[in-house]
C-alpha cells in the first residue's frame, strides 16, 4: 500500500480524489480517513482541509442514509491526526480521541435513526431467549430503551474509536515508509501512558460515572489497550522474535477476554515500570 500512498502524496487533487472515491465505496471509509489523516500529518490542518473535506461528503451522504460510522470516523482520525502531529505523542492523541467519542456516544450521535422500538421488537420476534431477557429486565424496573440506547451507542462508539486509532497507524506508516523509514516502528514500540496520563483518564472516567454519564468509562480504557499492545510489539521487537508471534497474539487477542485483560494489565504495569527501558538496559 505505500506504492499507493506515494501515488496519493503527488499532489492534492490526487489525495482528494482518491478520499473521496475510498470513502464513497461502502466498508473503504478506513482507507479514506486514512488518506485525510495522511496528508495532515504530513502538511498540517490547514493544507489538508480540501482532502479532508473530500473525504466528510460522501462520509455525510452515508450518515444521511443511516450509517454514521464513515463520518465520525474521518472527523476523529482528524483530529488525532492534528494533535498527533504537533504534540508528537500517541498517548495524547488517543486520550482526546477517546474522550471526544465518549461525547459522541452520551450526546446520541450513535443512537439509532429510527428509535430502538422497531429494533427491539425484531429482537422479540427473532428469538425467545433474547424475548425472555427483555421482559424480566422490565419486570425489575428497567427501561429496556434507555439499556438498548446506551448498549448501541458504546457498541458504535468503540467501533469508531478503535477504527480511528487503525487509520491513524496506517497513516502513520504511510508517513514513515515515505519520508521516514523505520519511524514508525520505533515510534510505535516506545508508545505507553505516563502516570499522568492514565491518572487524567481514571479521574475522568470516575467523574463521568458518577454524572451518569458511563461512555467514557467504557472507551477509556481504549489507549491503555493500545499501549498494552505496544508493548507486547516492543518486546517481540527487542527479543528478534519471529513474526508468528505476533499473528498469535491478534488472533488470541480478537478471540478471547482474558488476552484483552493481561493486555490491559501489562499497560497498567508498563505506564509505572517502564518495561521496554528496562529490556533495553539489560540487552
Same mark, same amino acid.
Given at each position: 500500500?505505500?506504492?499507493?500512498?506515494?501515488?496519493?502524496?503527488?499532489?492534492?487533487?490526487?489525495?482528494?480524489?482518491?478520499?473521496?472515491?475510498? @470513502?464513497?465505496?461502502?466498508?473503504?471509509?478506513?482507507?479514506?480517513?486514512?488518506?485525510?489523516?495522511?496528508?495532515?500529518?504530513?502538511?498540517?490542518?490547514?493544507?489538508?482541509?480540501?482532502?479532508?473535506?473530500?473525504?466528510?461528503?460522501?462520509?455525510?451522504?452515508?450518515?444521511?442514509?443511516?450509517?454514521?460510522?464513515?463520518?465520525?470516523?474521518?472527523?476523529?482520525?482528524?483530529?488525532?491526526?492534528?494533535?498527533?502531529?504537533?504534540?508528537?505523542?500517541?498517548?495524547?492523541?488517543?486520550?482526546?480521541?477517546?474522550?471526544?467519542?465518549?461525547?459522541?456516544?452520551?450526546?446520541?450521535?450513535?443512537?439509532?435513526?429510527?428509535?430502538?422500538?422497531?429494533? $427491539?421488537?425484531?429482537?422479540?420476534?427473532?428469538?425467545?431467549?433474547?424475548?425472555?431477557?427483555? @421482559?424480566?429486565?422490565?419486570?425489575?424496573?428497567?427501561?429496556?430503551?434507555?439499556?438498548?440506547?446506551?448498549?448501541?451507542?458504546?457498541?458504535?462508539?468503540?467501533? &469508531?474509536? &478503535?477504527?480511528?486509532?487503525?487509520?491513524?497507524?496506517?497513516?502513520?506508516?504511510?508517513?514513515?515508509?515515505?519520508?521516514?523509514?523505520?519511524?514508525?516502528?520505533?515510534?510505535?514500540?516506545?508508545?505507553? $501512558?505516563?502516570?499522568?496520563?492514565?491518572?487524567?483518564?481514571?479521574?475522568?472516567?470516575?467523574?463521568?460515572?458518577? $454524572?451518569?454519564?458511563?461512555?467514557?468509562?467504557?472507551?477509556?480504557?481504549?489507549?491503555?489497550? &493500545?499501549?498494552?499492545?505496544?508493548?507486547?510489539?516492543?518486546?517481540?521487537?527487542?527479543?528478534?522474535?519471529?513474526?508468528?508471534?505476533?499473528?498469535?497474539?491478534?488472533?488470541?487477542?480478537?478471540?478471547?477476554?482474558?488476552?484483552?485483560?493481561?493486555?490491559?494489565?501489562?499497560?497498567?504495569?508498563?505506564?509505572?515500570?517502564?518495561?521496554?527501558?528496562?529490556?533495553?538496559?539489560?540487552?
Amino acid at each position: 500500500m505505500l506504492a499507493l500512498a506515494r501515488w496519493l502524496m503527488r499532489g492534492l487533487p490526487y489525495a482528494a480524489g482518491g478520499a473521496a472515491l475510498a @470513502t464513497l465505496v461502502p466498508w473503504l471509509f478506513w482507507l479514506g480517513a486514512a488518506i485525510a489523516a495522511l496528508v495532515t500529518l504530513r502538511k498540517g490542518f490547514a493544507p489538508a482541509l480540501p482532502v479532508i473535506i473530500a473525504a466528510a461528503l460522501p462520509a455525510g451522504f452515508w450518515w444521511s442514509q443511516g450509517d454514521v460510522i464513515p463520518l465520525a470516523s474521518v472527523l476523529l482520525v482528524t483530529l488525532m491526526a492534528v494533535i498527533l502531529r504537533e504534540r508528537m505523542r500517541w498517548s495524547e492523541a488517543m486520550i482526546v480521541g477517546a474522550l471526544v467519542a465518549a461525547a459522541m456516544v452520551q450526546f446520541g450521535i450513535f443512537s439509532p435513526p429510527g428509535g430502538t422500538e422497531l429494533m $427491539l421488537e425484531q429482537l422479540r420476534q427473532g428469538s425467545s431467549d433474547v424475548d425472555q431477557m427483555l @421482559t424480566e429486565l422490565a419486570n425489575q424496573g428497567y427501561n429496556t430503551q434507555q439499556l438498548a440506547i446506551i448498549v448501541v451507542g458504546g457498541v458504535t462508539g468503540l467501533v &469508531v474509536l &478503535v477504527a480511528a486509532i487503525a487509520c491513524l497507524a496506517l497513516a502513520r506508516s504511510w508517513q514513515a515508509g515515505l519520508y521516514n523509514p523505520g519511524g514508525f516502528r520505533e515510534e510505535f514500540h516506545a508508545l505507553r $501512558l505516563t502516570p499522568k496520563e492514565l491518572a487524567v483518564l481514571a479521574v475522568l472516567s470516575v467523574v463521568s460515572m458518577m $454524572l451518569g454519564a458511563h461512555a467514557l468509562a467504557v472507551l477509556g480504557w481504549i489507549p491503555l489497550l &493500545v499501549a498494552g499492545i505496544a508493548l507486547v510489539h516492543g518486546y517481540i521487537g527487542l527479543k528478534g522474535m519471529n513474526g508468528l508471534w505476533l499473528v498469535a497474539f491478534y488472533v488470541l487477542l480478537i478471540m478471547t477476554w482474558p488476552t484483552i485483560l493481561i493486555v490491559l494489565l501489562l499497560g497498567l504495569i508498563d505506564t509505572f515500570a517502564n518495561i521496554r527501558a528496562r529490556l533495553a538496559r539489560g540487552n
